[in-house]
């Protein structure tokens, strides 16, 4: 499978702090450490997990992140799409359509199907509670 940066280091995070669910916080530096991640563009993906409401964050010295949400609800196509934005299929069909669209003959999206073959593998749907189980 094929992931961005951003939602590859994002999902390594997330492994990360899964392992201490409902314990201790792990701060920004020991998750990049452990998963050989840019601290500070292991913030910026933090920062937007939480901003979606997926973790928590302390400040402090003994301040770092840790999940809000338990492994079991929390899916690998809902954090892919939290840090690289809906699929390309999905974004254009949020899209009302134009007048010549309408008119238009359709034709299957082939493109937008294989930017992203973890979809049809049934990826988007497991959850972080049956990769670290």
């Known amino acids: 499978m094929k992931f961005s940066k951003k939602s590859e280091y994002g999902l390594r995070a997330l492994l990360e702090l899964c392992e201490t669910y409902g314990g201790r916080v792990l701060q920004r530096h020991e998750i990049a450490e452990r998963q050989n991640i840019p601290v500070e563009f292991l913030?910026?993906?933090?920062?937007a997990l939480k901003r979606a409401g997926l973790l928590a964050?302390?400040?402090?010295?003994r301040g770092g992140y840790s999940l809000i949400k338990s492994p079991e609800e929390i899916t690998l196509?809902?954090?892919i799409r939290i840090l690289d934005g809906p699929?390309?299929?999905s974004a254009a069909s949020a899209k009302p359509p134009t007048k010549s669209a309408r008119t238009a003959p359709t034709r299957p999206n082939l493109r937008a199907?294989?930017?992203r073959?973890?979809?049809?593998?049934?990826m988007p749907s497991r959850t972080f509670s049956t990769i670290t189980h």
């Open 77 to 79: 196509g809902q954090v």
């Open 113 to 115: 199907r294989s930017n």
């Open 117 to 122: 073959p973890w979809v049809r593998c049934g």
């Open 87 to 89: 699929s390309p299929r």
């Open 57 to 61: 964050s302390r400040r402090g010295v």
């Open 43 to 47: 913030e910026q993906i933090l920062l």
